[in-house]
């Protein structure tokens, strides 16, 4: 007889992405339907796991969820138990508050603690499955920036929302003939701009793994004037940097194990192509946009795939690793590999190829 699971957690970390709430409803739906679970949702990430802040989850708090935006649980993008941010009459300081997350786990006498993060969640996973406790993760991030996975959830989405604003776009700097510059997020990784660049047509792209010049990318505007398409749109990651030069920072976030926040470089940007070409030039940042709402139905297909897979894992005990894609299949990737650092787009990625088959400019 198949083992029969008894008790599972859900925890959801780092910034929030459509289609969080889709994979908590596919993991706990199934460890209620097919194993009689108990379900605990810990509150607002490892915030919750130090802070013993959990709830019960029953079937029907999970059901009508599958096309909400968020998490049910909330999140938290500070709360690393290792270097957990506390503030004192000397100001912010940071402890160790391991061993309390690790003590409150065995607490919650549970077959796993399903965590459902990006890079910095699942590195602390990693850390915590090292030290006992049984974890199974899977990939969250619009960035779509997790070695181990072909994809992440939340990426479609991310990328139809700034599709949608660059097709918008089209209609102002068309009947204005103004370049629109269009930034969008991916930290330190250019996926969104690249799919995003190519599905919206994007005349130029700038994404962090190839260094642009700014020279370049007015001559590329100042081109097509001379063809007579007196508009263009740049696509620029908030990532990208000119060659020899580096990025803007938005803020910087104190508490945070990674602290800094990318944002301003499609200002930056404009005023440069507005100075080299004398074409007026806007700037449009899509920012937390492209975390909200809905998700569309290929993420909602994938978060389902992925929490229900998560689900046979814990059954199977393939616990400290996550639930990758890999082509058509879904394979558990081992924690420690996850946490290995970014995955950046390959400067000779057949999507940068094609684009650059098709005359786009790529700023180097
Ligand atoms: O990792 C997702 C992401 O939206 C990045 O694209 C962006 O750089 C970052 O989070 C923004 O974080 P915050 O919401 O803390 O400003």
Redesign the pocket.
């Known amino acids: 007889m198949a083992r029969k699971l008894k008790r599972i957690a859900i925890l959801t970390g780092?910034?929030d992405?459509p289609g969080i709430n889709a994979v908590i409803r596919a993991v706990a739906k199934k460890a209620i339907v097919e194993h009689d679970a108990t379900v605990i949702g810990i509150e607002d990430g490892y915030e919750g796991l130090v802070k013993g802040r959990h709830r019960r989850l029953h079937y029907d708090d999970v059901s009508g969820i599958l096309t909400l935006g968020g998490t049910i649980l909330g999140t938290s993008?500070t709360a690393n138990p290792y270097r957990y941010p506390v503030r004192t009459r000397r100001g912010l300081q940071f402890r160790d508050m391991s061993a309390v997350a690790l003590d409150n786990a065995r607490q919650l006498d549970m077959d796993c603690l399903v965590c459902i993060g990006?890079d910095g969640t699942l590195d602390t996973a990693s850390r915590l499955s090292r030290e006992g406790v049984a974890i199974v993760g899977i990939p969250k991030?619009?960035?779509n920036d997790l070695r181990g996975t072909d994809v992440t959830f939340g990426f479609d989405s991310a990328v139809h929302i700034a599709t949608e604003g660059i097709d918008r776009l089209h209609s102002t700097a068309q009947s204005h003939h103004r370049v629109m510059v269009v930034e969008v997020?991916?930290?330190n990784a250019g996926w969104?701009a690249l799919h995003s660049g190519v599905a919206g047509g994007g005349d130029i792209i700038l994404i962090p793994e190839i260094p642009y010049d700014a020279d370049v990318v007015a001559d590329k505007v100042k081109e097509r004037n001379r063809r007579g398409k007196r508009f263009s749109i740049v696509v620029v990651a908030?990532?990208a940097k000119p060659r020899g030069g580096d990025v803007v920072i938005q803020?910087i976030?104190k508490k945070?194990t990674d602290p800094v926040?990318?944002?301003g470089i499609g200002f930056v940007l404009a005023a440069q192509i507005e100075k080299i070409t004398s074409i007026e030039t806007r700037a449009v940042v899509m920012g937390?946009l492209?975390?909200g709402g809905s998700p569309t139905p290929y993420d909602r297909i994938l978060a389902t795939r992925l929490g229900t897979t998560a689900v046979d894992m814990v059954r199977d005990r393939q616990l400290g690793q996550m639930v990758g894609v890999k082509g058509d299949s879904l394979v558990g990737v081992p924690l420690e590999e996850v946490a290995r650092g970014p995955r950046t787009v390959p400067p000779d990625h057949p999507l940068i190829r094609a684009a650059r088959a098709i005359g786009t400019c790529f700023g180097d």
Do not use: F, P
Request: net charge positive.
């Open positions: 780092g910034g992405c993008n990006g991030t619009i960035d997020m991916g930290r969104i908030e990532g803020r976030v945070s926040r990318l944002g937390h492209q975390r």
